[in-house]
């Protein structure tokens, strides 16, 4: 009976030291979410902006800024998913039609839409216009916005 208990006892030991061995397989290490790309996600935004290149071509070829300058701000990515090319910006109260530039002459049409705030305050850009005017997801870039 001495054998018998012993046995046991020891295989009962086993069990609580490698209680896995038995019918589970042994937890995977986890794994770390992929970091962004070195282009600053480009691949990401490529996938999300539902543009068309003729719709981004039709927005930067006749997008020549008037003189209804109504100020710079710095634009941060908006919600990515809103499709078309819009800014929210402090310095609208109404929507209306207007230009974005950027430092180097880059330039595209938008839909201004109001953004309550100060108008000092930053502004939220649609991924077809960042995109349209070559600014990197995580880019915080100061533009001239004018009314058209």
Request: with cysteine.
């Amino acid at each position: 009976m001495v054998p018998l208990f012993a046995a046991l006892a020891l295989s009962a030991c086993d069990a609580v030291q490698n209680p896995l061995s038995q019918s589970e397989p042994a937890p995977q290490p986890a794994t770390e979410a992929a970091s962004p790309d070195a282009t600053g996600g480009a691949s990401d935004a490529e996938a999300l902006d539902e543009t068309t290149v003729l719709q981004r071509q039709e927005a930067t070829s006749n997008a020549t800024p008037a003189s209804g300058l109504l100020g710079e701000t710095v634009v941060a990515l908006g919600d990515p998913i809103m499709p078309g090319f819009w800014l929210k910006t402090p310095l609208v109260t109404a929507q209306q039609d207007g230009i974005l530039e950027r430092a180097g002459g880059a330039t595209v049409q938008v839909t201004l839409l109001p953004l309550g705030g100060a108008p000092s305050g930053g502004s939220e850009i649609s991924l077809a216009a960042m995109r349209s005017l070559d600014i990197g997801l995580t880019e915080l870039v100061t533009l001239k916005v004018y009314s058209n």
